[in-house]
């Protein structure tokens, strides 16, 4: 590739370190082109809530001083809403936090600063990460850079909208069920959710505790190893944060299994082709794949569904108008019932109808029938993973069981837009590194999402990167 030639839309970690190492461009140059192109391509495109122009420039200066360059040095990324940033505006694209300014920073974005990294702006998404075609921010929607008539998935939207269209090389965005590696699979990129306990969630915006996980977005496998490789470890302020000793040797040769669930009526005849396509390939190189069996697969949803809404009406209940609420404007009101009332209003129909949901699942004499039979349910999903992790290193199935669909499609239906997010739940109630790599097809984008063992991050990326080359 021609460094001397600033293309923004091509660069990776790699060539952007290089680039600025070999005086090629300097990091500041890099951000003022970034900018040209994110306000060329947003204007169509509608990634970004935020940009944060002015302090991107110092930072890009301050990187251009240095001598010594980090791993980072000098890349911009885009950060979904729902991660704070000191003193920027962090939205999670709702009206009730519409002019709400970070206190602090997320763990992940003084770790990513301290790499070198540079925030350009703050990446479009489903209210407080719920939904997955980003149709549900509250300010508007984003498109998808391949197709401008469909969504970009969700609830990550933004910021895999902003790499597909060539504005960032990186973002991060988080995961709850599904909201890193199913906009991936929608726009043709890598999109990585690592193991529950790996990357911290202090700053996130909690939507799902026991769910939630923050990860990248990047062009290739080995740029999202490198933001992985920054953002992992453990985190005081985050309890549920561990520190994972890397195993020395890294797997070059390994076994992968198809699990029959991921098949079945409800997955596109194109999808499940594409997905096939790709399997005969891997066995072409001699890479072992087995059948395997993963039973509880059609729990999964309904389990997903009622400890996520369950742990969502108790994170919403912050958001009261008076710790977290508006700024300016704030609605006028004559008692504390009424400022409840007003602020809470301000929520979209589908946070309410999750805290509906979740109210009811969690009150008196419902809790057992409920939230503690989806917790048993989550036991046996898990087990079903662990049994098969013994046979095989790697699960491979489509990420998505349909294509990006029209915008204004499916926003009228919920449960169609549910049914989505069937094959990415599993590995969020099981806490597995998943991760998903567009399948080189003609047409929509189709994403292979493949599985690993918990904690096994970085072997599950060598598979990963092994699988990228074959396609
Ligand atoms: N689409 C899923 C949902 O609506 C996943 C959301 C997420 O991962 N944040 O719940």
Do not use: W
């Not at 809403?81 to 003193?87: A, H, S």
């Not at 470890?233 to 985050?238: L, R, V």
């Not at 806490?431 to 904690?455: D, H, T, W, Y």
Request: net charge negative; aromatic share 8%.
């Amino acid at each position: 590739m021609n460094l001397e030639k600033l293309e923004v839309e091509k660069l990776g970690i790699e060539e952007i370190k290089s680039g600025i190492g070999q005086g090629f461009f300097s990091a500041n140059e890099l951000i003022v082109e970034t900018y040209k192109k994110i306000k060329s391509e947003d204007r169509k495109v509608s990634a970004f809530i935020s940009l944060t122009e002015d302090e991107a420039i110092r930072r890009a200066k301050e990187i251009d001083k240095l001598k010594n360059y980090p791993s980072m040095a000098g890349v911009p990324v885009v950060v979904k809403d729902n991660i704070l940033i000191k003193d920027t505006k962090t939205t999670a694209a709702s009206r009730i936090l519409e002019y709400f300014r970070a206190p602090y920073n997320a763990t992940v974005i003084k770790k990513m600063e301290k790499a070198g990294a540079i925030v350009v702006g703050k990446g479009n998404m489903d209210e407080f990460a719920m939904g997955g075609s980003t149709e549900n921010s509250a300010f508007f929607p984003t498109k998808n850079p391949l197709d401008l008539s469909k969504v970009p998935g969700g609830s990550s939207g933004g910021p895999a909208a902003a790499v597909a269209a060539g504005m960032v090389p990186v973002a991060l965005g988080s995961d709850t069920g599904g909201s890193i590696r199913q906009p991936a699979s929608f726009c043709g990129v890598v999109g990585f959710k690592p193991s529950y306990g790996r990357v911290s969630r202090h700053g996130l915006m909690a939507m799902s505790s026991s769910l939630d996980q923050i990860g990248p977005f990047a062009r290739s496998v080995k740029d999202a190893r490198v933001v992985f490789d920054v953002i992992k470890g453990s985190d005081p302020k985050d309890a549920t944060s561990l520190e994972i000793e890397e195993k020395e040797s890294k797997k070059k040769s390994f076994r992968l299994g198809i699990p029959k669930e991921y098949f079945v009526e409800g997955v596109e005849d194109e999808v499940v082709s594409e997905v096939r396509k790709v399997i005969r390939k891997i066995e072409k190189k001699g890479i072992e794949v087995e059948k395997v069996s993963l039973p509880h697969t059609e729990y999964a949803l309904a389990c997903y569904q009622i400890i996520m809404s369950c742990e969502v009406s108790a994170n919403m209940a912050r958001y009261d108008g008076i710790r977290y609420g508006l700024e300016v404007e704030r609605p006028e009101a004559e008692s504390i019932e009424e400022t409840y009332l007003k602020n809470r209003g301000l929520f979209g129909d589908e946070v309410k109808r999750r805290i509906i949901l979740g109210t009811f699942a969690l009150s008196s004499g419902y809790y057992e029938a409920y939230y503690m039979r989806a917790e048993k349910v989550r036991e046996l999903i898990r087990r079903d993973f662990e049994e098969v992790f013994e046979k095989v290193d790697a699960i491979v199935t489509p990420t998505s069981p349909i294509l990006p669909f029209n915008i204004g499609e499916k926003i009228e239906d919920p449960l169609a837009m549910y049914l989505a997010d069937m094959l990415t739940v599993p590995a969020n109630l099981a806490g597995l590194p998943a991760i998903s790599i567009p399948c080189k097809n003609e047409g929509l984008p189709v994403g292979l999402q493949v599985m690993g063992e918990r904690f096994e991050d970085e072997n599950l990326l060598t598979i990963a990167e092994e699988i990228e080359k074959i396609i």
